[in-house]
C-alpha cells in the first residue's frame, strides 16, 4: 500500500471517505468500487493500482477505521478512572460518544465483525483477535485494586472480567448476526445498560460493601 500512503492527504481522504461511505452503507458484498471512484473523481484502474483487489481495499480500510476508533479512545485516555467498575462505565459512555461522532467508522467496524462474510471471515476474526489482544490488557492496567475483597487475588479477578466481557461481546455480536445494522445503532444504548448490569453483578462478588 506504498503507494496510496505516499498520496497527498487531501486525495488519500478523499478517497478513504468514499470507501468508508459505501462499505459502511452496503456492506462489503454490495458495495461497488464503481460507485466508490465515482464518488473519489479518480479511475478504477487507479484504485486497483492502489490496492490490487477488492478485498486488500476493505481490509485496509477496515484497519484504519478501527485504528481511528481506538485512537478516539486514546485521546482521552488520561482521564480514566482507576476505580475497575467505574472505568467500565467511563469507556461505555466514550463508546456512545465515538459513535455519534463517528457513525460511518463506527458501522463499517461492527457490521464487519458481527456479519462476516465468508470470503473475509478469516481475515476479519484474525484483527479481531488481534486487536483485542493488544488492548484489552491495557484497558486494565494500573488500576485500583484497594476495594476488592480480602481473599479475592485482583489479578484473577481481573481475568475473570476479560472472560465475562469477552463472553458478554461474543453474546450481541451472535444476537445481531445478519439483523439490519440500523437496528443495532438504534439499541446501542440499551446495550450498554444491560453489559453494565452484568458488571454491577461482579461489582457485588467482588468488592467490599462500603
Known amino acids: 500500500m506504498d503507494k496510496f500512503e505516499s498520496l497527498p492527504e487531501e486525495k488519500k481522504n478523499r478517497i478513504l471517505d468514499a470507501c468508508i461511505e459505501e462499505f459502511a452503507l452496503k456492506g462489503y458484498d454490495k458495495a461497488s468500487t464503481n460507485s ?6 479518480i479511475s478504477k484502474g487507479i484504485l486497483f493500482h492502489y490496492f490490487g483487489n477488492k478485498k486488500n481495499l476493505f481490509l ?3 484497519d484504519y477505521c478501527m485504528n481511528h476508533l481506538i485512537n478516539g479512545y486514546y485521546a482521552v485516555k488520561k482521564e480514566e478512572p482507576k476505580d475497575i467498575f467505574e472505568r467500565i462505565m467511563w469507556i461505555s459512555i466514550i463508546k456512545i460518544k465515538i459513535t455519534q461522532e463517528e457513525p460511518l ?3 463499517l467496524v461492527f457490521s464487519a465483525i458481527s456479519n462476516m462474510t465468508d470470503s473475509l471471515k478469516q481475515e476479519i476474526t484474525e484483527r479481531y483477535n488481534k486487536y483485542y489482544a493488544k ?5 486494565f492496567g494500573d488500576i485500583d485494586t484497594s ?11 481481573i481475568e475473570l472480567m476479560m472472560m465475562c466481557m469477552d463472553g458478554i461481546s461474543k453474546k450481541y455480536l451472535k444476537k445481531y448476526k445478519n439483523r439490519p445494522i440500523d ?3 438504534n439499541d446501542v444504548e440499551n446495550i450498554i ?11 457485588f462478588g467482588m468488592y467490599c460493601e462500603t
Request: hydrophobic share 40%.
Open 36 to 41: 466508490i471512484v465515482k464518488k473519489a473523481d
Open 193 to 203: 445498560k444491560e453489559f453494565n448490569e452484568y458488571m454491577d453483578i461482579l461489582k
Open 60 to 62: 485496509y480500510v477496515f
Open 183 to 185: 437496528e443495532v445503532f
Open 135 to 139: 488492548y484489552m490488557p491495557e484497558f
Open 147 to 157: 476495594k476488592f475483597k480480602k481473599g479475592i487475588d485482583p489479578k484473577k479477578a
Open 105 to 107: 467508522k463506527s458501522r
